[in-house]
């Protein structure tokens, strides 16, 4: 299973997690963060690839996740090590991580976007074994979706721009024990209309929940799945 793939699947992994119902939530004006992130929600539900892109900037998203994952990656690299020393992937340096990530960032991102296009077009038949991969990704994504409810907090604005906490649960089935909970944090812009969309997405290692946790279930993941 290639590097690729993996990154792929915890990309996607994230995309579920946005998809999760949203639990105590009262529907806003369609001018407020909140509503904005309800939309993405009922578009990964509903499969809808239109409403996604009105409500998620991909350029920005996937750049910032690229971005923050090679850092967080990078300079936590002896931290990964030590919590799981049979993952080859952990056993690098820091300066080999950034060289490494920089070096795969345009085929990583790529990746993805055709994972979301399997997503977003279920009767799309699959051609190179890029596709198949893409494709199986895509059926991973309703699996996760399936098994993971998303409760959001006040978000925090500053100027044209928003900070809205997520916490993420699963339930008690395997792909919901994968990932008990986690927390990212969403970043929206204000668009001209009024309207917000999403531009990235973060985590970090001072939250229990954050980004250890999103690495423990990709491990778990793996061997849920049977990889080395």
Known sequence: MTYRLRLGALVLLVAALIGGAYTGYCYHRDRTPEAALHAIARAVVTEDRKLFDEYVDEDAVFAVMHEEA??????????????????????????????????????????????????????????????????????????????YTASIELPVITGDRAMVNVIVRGDDTDYGRLLPEGSVTMELARQTDGRWKLVGVHTDTARTNGFYALIDAAERYWEFQGWD
Not at 103 to 126: C, G, K, M, N, W
């Open 70 to 147: 090679t850092a967080l990656l990078a300079d936590n690299i002896a931290a990964l090590h030590e919590r799981h020393p049979s993952d080859w992937f952990f056993r690098h340096d820091t300066a080999f991580m950034y060289d490494y990530m920089a070096e795969r960032r345009a085929a990583d991102i790529a990746f993805t976007r055709l994972l979301l296009d399997y997503y977003f077009d279920a009767e799309r038949v699959p051609v190179t074994k890029e596709d198949g991969n893409a494709r199986w990704g895509s059926d991973e994504v309703r699996a996760f979706a399936a098994h």
